[in-house]
């Protein structure tokens, strides 16, 4: 039988990703939840599923079997929370939860080992890059510190609610997979440092541009540090990476990674991503996958947003053992 699932949400990433379960075999969409009056009949129409306004008839509708949630950041939790208590399976836009409390209930829900499946969106899941890379970092010693920088003019085609505190989060939460890289290569975080700046800040919570900069210690040894700035005065996207271990320094080019010794500079060799992560959902739900590991990345890279945020507000060190 194929697997029936509702989607939760009619913008851009629910709009995807639904088109891409219609063409899954194996998979059929049954329902679209959205409350926008025109995108979400109009995509129901598309993949050939019912629609309704309210995301919780997926959960008491016995015909569905899993949901995928593309909402904004601050019902993630509350949904994913509800879906997996319903018994039903969940893919998930990243982050994991907006709020702390809410990933950690996650936590315990996929500990239970009769819980339903959690998929997160984390594209290092299924990329051929990412497993040479890891495979790669694990022969090169242990890690001395990594940096990323991405500085952007724009919101680009993301919402307008992308650049809200309230209903997004911090940068640290919204460009999370930025950190699932990391925490994925190195596990998770022992201490958070984080200093934040936002031009424009409203009553609602909106604002024009910002920067932050998220400084974190792995559990396991050596450091991690991520900048961001947004809605600033360049003309393109800029992004950098570098990872410093005992024996390489490895930095991000356009095509892949390089990796430099004393002696020379080669790339990283990897081959073609194998499926996608709406074949993997699929895989998961039939015990074909060890999802959890990934979920628990997951996790531990949204606590680090919600551990930054913290941090940058009352100006301190934060241990990871105060949100998880």
């Known amino acids: 039988m194929s697997l029936q699932i509702g989607i939760v949400g009619s913008g851009g990433m629910s709009s995807r990703r639904a088109g891409n379960f219609h063409k899954l075999k194996g998979v059929e969409v049954h329902s679209v939840a959205a409350r926008n009056p025109e995108t979400g009949p109009a995509l129901a129409h598309r993949v050939r599923a019912t629609c309704t306004s309210n995301w919780e008839d997926l959960l008491t509708n016995s015909e ?4 995928f949630v593309g909402t904004h950041n601050a019902l993630h939790g509350p949904i994913c929370i509800a879906a997996l208590e319903a018994g039903k399976h969940v893919f998930c836009e990243y982050p994991t939860a907006r709020l702390a409390p809410e990933n950690r209930r996650l936590a315990e829900l996929i ?25 790669r970092i694990a022969g090169l010693g242990p890690l001395f510190t990594s940096h990323f920088l991405r500085l952007t003019p724009g919101k680009g085609k993301r919402p307008d609610v992308l650049f809200n505190l309230d209903l997004t989060g911090p940068p640290a939460l919204f460009f ?22 936002y031009e424009g800040l409203k009553d609602d919570k909106g604002y024009d541009r910002f920067t932050n900069t998220v400084t974190i210690g792995f559990a396991s040894g050596g450091t991690g540090q991520w900048t961001w700035a947004g809605g600033i005065e360049v003309e393109s996207a800029i992004q950098e990476a570098q990872i410093v271990t005992r024996d390489a320094t490895l930095f991000e080019a356009a095509d892949g990674w390089d990796i430099s010794t004393k002696s020379d500079t080669s ?3 990897f081959g073609d ?13 039939r015990d074909e996958t060890d999802w959890r590991q990934d979920a628990r990345i997951g996790l531990a890279s949204a606590a680090i ?9 009352e100006g301190r060190v934060v241990r990871m053992a105060e949100v998880i």
Not at 176 to 189: D, M, R, W
Not at 273 to 279: G, T
Not at 305 to 313: D, K, L, N, T, Y
């Open 267 to 269: 790339p990283l060799v």
């Open 176 to 197: 999370v997979y930025h950190i699932h890289t990391y925490v994925s290569l190195f596990g998770p975080a022992d201490w958070v440092h984080a200093t934040a700046h």
């Open 305 to 313: 947003g919600h551990a930054a945020e913290i941090s940058a507000r």
């Open 273 to 285: 991503n194998e499926r996608s992560l709406e074949a993997l959902f699929l895989a998961d739900v």
């Open 64 to 67: 569905i079997d899993a949901l």
């Open 111 to 135: 500990a239970s080992p009769d819980s339903p499946v959690f998929r997160l969106s984390n594209n290092e899941s299924i990329s051929a890059e990412h497993a040479a890379l890891k495979e």
